[in-house]
T-cell receptor, first 111, second 115 residues
Framework: KQEVTQIPAALSVPEGENLVLNCSFT??????LQWFRQDPGKGLTSLLL?????REQTSGRLNASLDKSSGRSTLYIAASQPGDSATYLC??????????FGTGTRLQVTL | DVKVTQSSRYLVKRTGEKVFLECVQD?????MFWYRQDPGLGLRLIYF???????EKGDIPEGYSVSREKKERFSLILESASTNQTSMYLC??????????????FGAGSRLTVL
């Protein structure tokens, strides 16, 4: 059974810092990996999707990498801003197109 | 602006009540999903549907049923609500194939409290 772990569970950084969020998964037989953002009390917004054949994807200040063989992904956020404060979740797609989610990293960017 | 709409943002129900959570998407997506989200447990898949009148059990279907009579609408039903079903419920949809098949669009969520 696929398990997805995100460490740390919570992170607080001052504005302007670059930061890395980590995601690991136990079964490397995945089709893709996604990173989502969730604001308090809201649904999830898809940020980046990395196909299993890809190594990384970039969108603005966000860069996500994937090392499928080692079961790891990172989300790099450059020059963090208070508006980046949210919970970030990763999810992997396995057989039958089922997504397995991590429990998320709650990020707070302080002024 | 395309979206997934969950009609009820907050509900409070009593144990034993029948509860309907409605989800409508306007993107003509074939796939629709119901998740519940609990602290420390993340999102867990309850049921999903790949087509009208079609449904598949997810990881935690016990105590739930679903209905998909129209392509755009996917309903989650709690036949007899219990306190352990107090949770945030999230609906999502995605297109059938291609690179977008697993790019889910989520609704804002329905927070259900069962007393």
């Amino acid at each position: 059974k696929q398990e997805v772990t995100q460490i740390p569970a919570a992170l607080s950084v001052p504005e302007g810092e670059n930061l890395v969020l980590n995601c690991s998964f136990t079964d490397s037989a995945i089709y893709n990996l996604q990173w989502f953002r969730q604001d308090p009390g809201k649904g999830l917004t898809s940020l980046l999707l990395i196909q299993s054949s890809q190594r990384e994807q970039t969108s603005g200040r966000l860069n996500a990498s994937l090392d499928k063989s080692s079961g790891r992904s990172t989300l790099y956020i450059a020059a963090s801003q208070p508006g980046d404060s949210a919970t970030y979740l990763c999810a992997v797609t396995g057989t039958a197109s089922k997504l397995t989610f991590g429990t998320g990293t709650r990020l707070q960017v302080t002024l | 602006d395309v979206k997934v709409t969950q009609s009820s943002r907050y509900l409070v129900k009593r144990t034993g009540e029948k509860v309907f959570l409605e989800c409508v998407q306007d993107m003509d997506h074939e796939n629709m999903f119901w998740y519940r989200q609990d602290p420390g447990l993340g999102l867990r898949l309850i049921y999903f549907s790949y087509d009208v009148k079609m449904k598949e059990k997810g990881d935690i279907p016990e105590g739930y049923s679903v209905s998909r009579e129209k392509k755009e609408r996917f309903s989650l039903i709690l036949e007899s609500a219990s306190t352990n079903q107090t949770s945030m419920y999230l609906c999502a949809s995605s297109p059938a194939g291609g690179s977008g098949a697993n790019v889910l669009t989520f609704g804002a969520g329905s927070r259900l409290t069962v007393l």
